[in-house]
């Protein structure tokens, strides 16, 4: 097995960089939706509630999307955010006023429901009617999400969302198909299960640190410096 | 601050794009170690111990290069290997014959030791000397890395690596220069921190696990039949 | 502040020791049902199936009782078992004749589809007529719990049970009821929340730990040699 | 194997009671400086800084003593503290006034460093002798511990501990001696590694939690509303 060349490596990585490169047009042809989804989370920075606390951002994701949800919550607490991850160890209650962030590329009602343990997106942004004590009432909760679909369950009760389609339309030339042919491998394949959604969505969330980072008047220094600093390395930069 | 157009999102997102493109160029110049990275992961599919066991893989990172190791981590238990992420509830002792794969920028010691809770390459790799039963002996264990720089310890201490330089070299046009004024932003900052590092690396790591499907004569069903299966949505495919 | 006694340190120790040893009469009540218990694990050593391996066995809890889970889990590992817990980085698949160990004071079917992600187990379990590729069928998959009452959802579907009632009935005496009521404290709450069940959960189940290691032949020693190696402190016993 | 009666479940579990039924003579030994300890975690919520949030508390430890940092970081949230875990996705840096508490049963150097990630007390406690903006001055970090011993490392560096020594001291009858030889079983490993520790531990910090809901004019139920909201089971108190 080790004499093996790297039969389609190049290929893959072209085709999975193809994939993200299309999150350029992702954000020109949703900008507004995009804005909008920018200016729910930058609110949490200004909203005060009795007891002094800006808002809450809690991030939700399952599988690999769910380490794209821990990669954006911790450059969320960089920039000075109060940020959870549904899963961890630590997670306060939502509350009214709070941001639910979710990255779930089938946006499934099930998919979602895994993602903040089987409740319902209908019952955390359920009515006044029944303002019992005992009783979640979250109607100014907002929900954010990044999904694979404009149609899906996700998309459909988002406040504001971010779609990544990655869809799968690469055409092989001759000489490609006989590469393929002669590996026994199916071009289709390049890119597997949801990576090219995971991927372009750590890319536009990773784009959108910066942006959040000049709306709120930061430099990359005050970033470092919400960095957890129990012997980390010192990073010095060019 | 609701009235804010997106600033400088499509800059950071093109600049973090042409960042990763510069796989492609990492590929070719690093052909014949990617090769050996790859081998050595594939031998721990060979390698047969008295217990019947394959070897094991380690992942070992911090922040967000550890979500990169847990990303690719996934992939590997998909791809069918033993494999665990240091830091998390199960992680059995690493045996002679085992693999680490250690995702850091800086490649520094302490940044090696604090993955994998300050035990120094030396001393994991050290000689047949001291074959008391207290002792480790790992002689044999294979150390992988992908790290940010060709002189840094890990790079030195690995048996193969995969190196990402990620520099900071863009070139600003008049007319950017003019808007990264009016906008007080620092055009050095378009891309932050270990941003272009860890998501290269996610893509190259995302392709390398394709080259090994082939290679293992698998398919992407292969890989889906090893996922978490309980109550996960299906994937349609087109 | 700093000039507070401890009100009732000692009271809710003293408590909390109360119910964590009635342990000892839920070992005498539940005998056989425990035994069950621990021969489901100890089985899942001794199936072997088609690719060599052992059976799996897949911890399920929220919470605190999440934590009783992973130190159980860690604890399988030691005795030799291979073990993942529902919800950390690296879970394969459910395979028939399996083990899923929940731990749960309410049992509920929310709490219980909470732990492992909205499955039901009518659905993990159910019957054969539904043979097609895409469907799972998991009519050997045993079911383990530690629960809270015997007639919750998650007692009545499990295959052997351990049930830890931590009620709390204690009666104060007359000294200790004037001093709850000097500090304004409601004596009732000595224990509080899931306390009483998680760590009862929690003795029980590391008293097992050692009947199975005595129960497979193991001593201390082994459980040491199957711990993390790396960087570990050398334990010295007296 | 099926047919093995519960060999040494009584006597282990009998043990372990045993073991964690000595906390409450820990209790009256170190009072003074368990209240002390109480004493530094409660002026976390005194303590106002410039952004007018409290002090921070950050829980440390490997292994099992790491989840019974988990279980304790949990009801810290509840009691409305600020806290995070080290090795969590999210862990802000520690700034000056904030309380750093180790759990560690052998509390040595290298246990403690393992812990927060190599970093020695010494240099986290380092006077103010280098107060550029780059070093990090922490003469105001408090140090808590919970060990196995009063001379280890993480005792001398602590401004207040709780010490479980959970020595092994047990003397067999001689029936029960016969019982352990007929069985093969070494009647010093009825309580095995950490356990002891871990447990007794556990139970102190979980009375300490409701002296503190006292101290902080809490009650139960408000805990219960500091708790993850979304999706929880109703609890019914009896």
Redesign the interface.
Known sequence: ??N???????L???E??RT??K??SI??DQ?DE??EF??II??AR?LRFDN?NDATIFLAG???SG?VA??F??RL??LGFH????????????HDGDIILFISK?G?E??V??S????KLEN?KKSKSSPSK?N?IFENVKILSVCGSFDCYLASHSDAKIVIEA??DRKSTKEESERFDS????S????????GF??SA???L??????M???L?L??ED?????????R???S??
């Open positions: 097995m080790t093996l060349e790297l039969n389609i490596l190049d893959s990585l072209n999975l960089l993200v490169n999150t350029e954000l020109k900008y995009i804005k920018r200016d930058l609110t200004n002094g399952s599988g690999r380490f821990k990669f919550a911790m607490m960089h940020v959870y991850v549904f899963g961890e160890t630590l997670v306060p209650p939502v089938s499934g099930n998919a429901t895994d903040i343990e089987s409740t955390i005992n979640m869809e799968r590996l026994g491998f199916n289709n394949e390049l890119v597997i299960m949801g990576t995971e991927d750590l890319l536009i990773d784009a959108l640190v910066v942006e980072m000049n709306n008047g430099c990359e970033l470092e410096n919400n960095h957890e600093n129990i012997n390395p010192k990073v930069k060019k």
